[in-house]
């Protein structure tokens, strides 16, 4: 490795630890770096060290690769929230699904009662109306009839619930018929 011939190699940084009280820790001269030594290069990291203020950066004295490990730990945790996440909103969907089916069953199922209520208030209205208007009452004694025919196989409507049915419209004659009935 080639290297500038006037540069000389950093000096190693003495570790410190946490533990000294101030009063034990070595006093450094905070003198900052000259002119010359700035513009030769031979300024050694302890010196812009000191003249930065000493103090070195707390980020640098976490381990990179705790940092990383941090940082894979987090995004993993958000990609399994949003799994999780995502897992619970079908989960819902489906039991949305199942409650709006079951709530057009049981709309339909009192829809039927309330016909089957209206019918039941009809059928007493006519009772009603049929003992006051015209003085009919319930039989007293009730006669069975054997009919010899089978029941047929629909059950016949009453003529006012069956639609008329209308006869097919006549065809027009094809166009050499309407000619021979036209000729003597």
């Known amino acids: 490795m080639a290297s500038h011939p006037r540069a000389t190699p950093l000096a190693p940084i003495p570790r410190i630890p946490f533990a000294r009280p101030a009063s034990q820790r070595p006093q450094a001269d905070r003198r900052a770096p000259t002119g010359h030594e700035l513009a030769h290069g031979v300024v050694s990291r302890r010196a812009l060290e000191e003249a ?33 996440q995502t897992s619970r909103i079908a989960e819902v969907g489906y039991e949305l699904r199942t409650l709006e089916g079951e709530r057009s069953l049981l709309s339909a199922e009192v829809r039927l009662l309330e016909a089957r209520a209206a019918e039941l208030a009809r059928v007493a209205e006519l009772e009603k109306r049929s003992a006051d208007e015209l003085g009919m009452a ?13 029941a047929p196989d629909t059950t016949p409507l009453p003529e006012r619930f069956v639609p008329p049915v209308e006869d097919p419209p006549e065809k027009p004659a094809p166009w050499w018929r309407q000619f021979l009935d036209r000729l003597p």
């Open 52 to 84: 930065a203020g000493g103090v070195r950066s707390r980020w640098r004295r976490v381990p990179r690769m705790l940092l990383f490990s941090l940082l894979l730990l987090g995004v993993g945790a958000l990609g399994v929230y949003q799994v999780l």
């Open 138 to 150: 319930e039989p007293v004694r009730t006669l069975q009839v054997a009919v010899g025919v089978p």
